[in-house]
């Protein structure tokens, strides 16, 4: 019985090893304003950012998802039209939550900015940010395969790179509380359930990640992302 146990184990060995080794890793590439972080007007709490550009609440579930990708393996990276320095404070920043959390080793593969956007071939120059400039994952891994960004506009996407996005859809002013306002811009939460869905977005988008990156080599991932973040699949599972 010892030799049969003895035997089955060295077996399980190098199975275990290929299977670890054959885990895809993600980039994972994120979006700041909007995303990661609120421009605010005023210092909201212990999770707001001063820099000389303005003030900036960092979004609930932020570290939590980061470390959580990490540790999984995964690379990270940011991804925003703002500049260069504003970009790299705000990863410092970042680094150093992560880092009080125990995860030293943690680093961002790579902070791209303003100078990194692609040039919407056509754009007029008086046309919106988001309808001038796109967003080349590209320029974070050649092969997309594995590429996802999470953004809360749908038009940064490059042609032929749609499926690579996870978008968090309409975005909401970071409010402590949910409170019915007697003059809102049309950035307010109107409702509970949208307040609600405004303050999770990052940690809803961890658990379909987390989801769709431990499915078999033989599904889709990005396909399987996309369907968690619809609720599609996670209705076809329960029934």
């Known amino acids: 019985m010892h030799r049969l146990l003895a035997l089955l184990f060295c077996l399980y060995l190098p199975w275990a090893s290929f299977a670890a080794k054959s885990a895809p890793v993600f980039d994972v590439v994120f ?27 960092m979004a609930d579930g932020v570290v939590d998802t980061l470390i959580a990708i990490h540790r999984k393996g995964h690379r990270i990276s940011l991804f925003s039209g703002g500049t260069k320095s504003r970009n790299h404070a705000l990863a410092s920043y970042l680094l150093e939550q992560i880092a009080a959390r ?31 400039w796109m967003k080349d994952l590209r320029k974070i891994n050649a092969n997309l395969q594995y590429v996802v960004l999470i953004d809360d506009s749908s038009k940064f996407s490059v042609p032929g790179q749609e499926r690579n996005l996870y978008w968090i859809e309409k975005t909401y002013n970071f409010q402590p509380q949910f409170g019915r306002l007697k003059e809102h811009d049309g950035y307010d939460a109107p409702t509970y359930k949208e307040w609600l869905q405004e303050r999770r977005k990052i940690i809803s988008f961890s658990e379909h990640f987390l989801r769709a990156s431990l499915l078999s080599a033989t599904e889709d991932p990005l396909k ?10 996670m209705c076809r599972e329960l029934f």
């Not at 700041?32 to 550009?53: A, C, G, H, R």
């Not at 125990?102 to 754009?123: C, H, I, M």
């Not at 399987?224 to 699949?233: G, N, V």
């Open 224 to 233: 399987a992302l996309w369907e968690y973040r619809s609720h599609f699949r």
């Open 102 to 132: 125990g995860e030293a080793s943690f680093q961002f593969y790579k902070v791209l900015n303003f100078d990194d956007l692609t040039l919407r071939p056509g754009a007029k120059d008086d046309a919106s940010f988001t309808d001038k």
């Open 31 to 57: 979006d700041i304003d909007w995303t990661l972080f609120y421009p605010v007007q005023n210092p909201m709490d212990d999770k707001t950012v001063s820099l000389p550009e303005g003030y900036f609440r």
